[in-house]
């Protein structure tokens, strides 16, 4: 084990199952916090480790499994001098308890005003100790970024707030895995895959969030599993069940009642976006079973609506209630579910967008699947 390395974490979520322990050189000076927090063996800290991101609680995890118990001296940014860290990084305790690690935690306006000694002292550091930086920002374009880079570690603790190159997207499968490990090794509790998913459809994309919620529904779970139905019961405010009930009414044809819930919401405060998802996720299960039933009659088979509602993604106890929603919709409009979807997400998201034109989108939607109105023609609409 090198000087700046560090042993496994107890704090640390423990490895993903099946996964290798990997030798300290392999792994690289850049990590995502979620690779970070899952790996089996923390990698060479070097004598400088940058936390750096936008996410308070995954900045926070990682300090958690950098320390891994052993003893640290702690600043905050804004009120420590470099002479005090310098210090701290190369003076030898009397009494032989010296820490390891020296933290600096808001440390932005600290990397600000010390850069060019922080520069210096990476480029010929002294002592055996690593100094964490933990920051919000962490332009990889600078002097200091790229020297760490070299011969330390940097653990990018932010957020995608887009999916540019499908980053989002990553992001979010391997924080599904990460949430569901944590639940089992933390928490003691299995999350099934079809509540993960839920979760992910009810809360915004905050794992410190999701954490609590997962936490909270460990104690309430029977014999340890999280459910799909137990994260729906009890996830969200009102706003999010209002949501629900409004795509109940939606899919039942209940065109005025979906529109007043839909009202109530805005009203309210949500926002149209976070609404179509929670639609478009409940929505897309009828595609596909509608889809199913196609590809059944083709073959020459007489459709059996539980499994197909089961194999579209719907729990076994509400496959007959949304049998009788798919049959509401009627197979015109659950074949172009998809299409109006698509359309509706490029529309509320473009450029021209507005909040009256992404609440029409939404009216239209609702207007589309009314029980008053002609199945064939609205697919055509």
């Known amino acids: 084990m090198g000087i700046y390395s560090s042993p496994a974490a107890p704090y640390q979520t423990p490895p993903l199952e099946g996964q290798s322990p990997t030798p300290y050189f392999e792994l690289p000076t850049f990590m995502l916090s979620l690779e970070f927090l899952t790996a089996k063996t923390l990698p ?8 750096y991101g936008d996410d308070d609680y995954l900045r926070r995890e990682v300090l958690l499994a950098l320390k891994g118990g052993e003893a640290a001296d702690v ?3 804004k009120d420590v001098e470099w002479r005090d860290v310098h210090d701290a990084l190369t003076t030898a305790s009397l009494f032989g308890d010296d820490a390891n690690m ?17 520069e210096a002292w990476v480029a010929s550091p002294q002592g055996t100790r690593t100094l964490v930086l933990e920051v919000k920002t962490w332009p990889k374009t600078t002097r200091l970024a790229k020297a760490t880079d070299k011969v330390g570690l940097a653990v990018d603790c932010g957020v995608p ?3 540019k190159g499908g980053r989002q997207s990553k992001f979010i499968t391997a924080a599904k895995k990460w949430l569901t490990h944590r639940a089992k090794h933390v928490h003691q509790a299995t999350l099934e895959r079809e509540a993960c998913e839920c979760l992910f459809n009810l809360l915004p994309l905050s794992l410190g969030l999701m954490d609590q919620e997962v936490a909270k529904l460990s104690l309430m779970a029977d014999s340890g599993a999280i459910t799909a139905p137990l994260v729906e019961a009890n996830v969200g405010d009102w706003r999010t069940r209002q949501t629900w009930d409004m795509i109940d009414a939606m899919v039942e044809g209940r065109a005025a009642e979906a529109l007043k819930q839909l009202d109530r919401l805005l009203a309210a405060g949500e926002e149209p976006i976070p609404i179509l998802a929670q639609v478009a996720y409940t929505l897309r299960k ?5 889809r199913l039933v196609e590809q059944g009659e083709a073959a020459g088979k007489r459709p059996y609506f539980p499994q197909i509602m089961m194999n579209a993604g719907f729990w076994k ?3 007959d209630e949304a049998t009788n929603q798919l049959k509401a919709i009627a197979r015109p409009r659950a074949m172009q579910l998809s299409t109006w979807l698509l359309e509706m997400d490029l529309a509320m998201k473009g450029h021209n967008s507005t909040p009256s034109g992404a609440r029409l989108e939404l009216e239209r939607l609702i207007v589309r699947l009314s029980g008053e109105a002609s199945p064939r023609r609205m697919a055509r609409s």
Request: charged share 25%; hydrophobic share 35%.
């Open 44 to 51: 060479e800290r070097g004598p400088l480790c940058a936390v």
């Open 75 to 77: 600043y905050t940014g």
């Open 102 to 118: 020296v933290i600096v935690e808001e440390a932005d306006p600290f990397v600000s005003t010390y850069r060019e000694k922080l």
């Open 161 to 163: 707030a887009d999916n």
């Open 286 to 290: 009828f595609a596909t079973a509608s």
């Open 317 to 319: 106890n509400k496959t």
